[in-house]
T-cell receptor
Framework: DGGITQSPKYLFRKEGQNVTLSCEQN?????MYWYRQDPGQGLRLIYY???????QKGDIAEGYSVSREKKESFPLTVTSAQKNPTAFYLC??????????????FGDGTRLSIL | AQSVTQLGSHVSVSEGALVLLRCNYS??????LFWYVQYPNQGLQLLLK??????LVKGINGFEAEFKKSETSFHLTKPSAHMSDAAEYFC????????????FGAGTTVTVRA
């Protein structure tokens, strides 16, 4: 079955530590996205990528970094500069960005907490 | 700029009753609208989408939504609630004015009473 796999499901970060969240898709989608979800705030876009080796900042990119070396992979690093990292992180993909008819498909998320 | 407002962060309905979730959008250009559902500790699943083909859109699990341009609304309904409808629901909008990125509402949590 095609889909998006996020790992790990739960992650704990110590103060001053960088952590990386994995996102892999086998849908052959060009576009991939990272969202942060906090209670009562909906989803906020962190970074997105329309094509391999290219990515753009979303609305809340500070304290985060990404890479897109392969079409199927879009890992997110939460750096020590992100002072409030506790949240539910969702990865998504779509066929491509300008295709308004094509919805985004979501992974099952990673819940990050501070130790 | 585009944005979405979901009226009511929490809705409680009896099993078998009508489910109505409200969504109003703002967009300077024709929008494309989506409703997603999220079950606890899971990702979002697409319920339905409006892409200008028809104003009344039918989705999965018996849900439907009507696009009303004059009211800038895209409310989600289901005639008869089931216990399995208990979840969080998100309305989202995209358009070329925001480089086709999705903007999400804050979400509405639905509880279903037996």
């Amino acid at each position: 079955d095609g889909g998006i796999t996020q790992s790990p499901k739960y992650l704990f970060r110590k103060e001053g530590q960088n952590v990386t969240l994995s996102c892999e898709q086998n849908l052959n989608h060009d576009a991939m996205y990272w969202y942060r979800q906090d209670p009562g705030q909906g989803l906020r876009l962190i970074y997105y990528s329309q094509i391999v080796n290219d990515f753009q900042k979303g609305d809340i990119a500070e304290g985060y970094s990404v890479s897109r070396e392969k079409k199927e992979s879009f890992p997110l690093t939460v750096t020590s500069a992100q002072k409030n990292p506790t949240a539910f992180y969702l990865c998504a993909s779509s066929i491509d960005l300008p295709s308004l008819n094509q919805p985004q498909h979501f992974g099952d998320g990673t819940r990050l907490s501070i130790l | 700029a585009q944005s979405v407002t979901q009226l009511g962060s929490h809705v409680s309905v009896s099993e078998g009753a009508l489910v109505l979730l409200r969504c109003n959008y703002s967009s300077s250009v024709p929008p494309y609208l989506f409703w997603y559902v999220q079950y606890p500790n899971q990702g979002l699943q697409l319920l339905l989408k409006y892409t200008s083909a028809a104003t009344l859109v039918k989705g999965i699990n018996g849900f439907e939504a009507e696009f009303k341009k004059s009211e800038t609304s895209f409310h989600l309904t289901k005639p008869s609630a089931h216990m399995s409808d208990a979840a969080e629901y998100f309305c989202a909008v995209t358009s070329r004015s925001n480089d086709y990125k999705l903007s999400f509402g804050a979400g509405t949590t639905v509880t279903v009473r037996a």
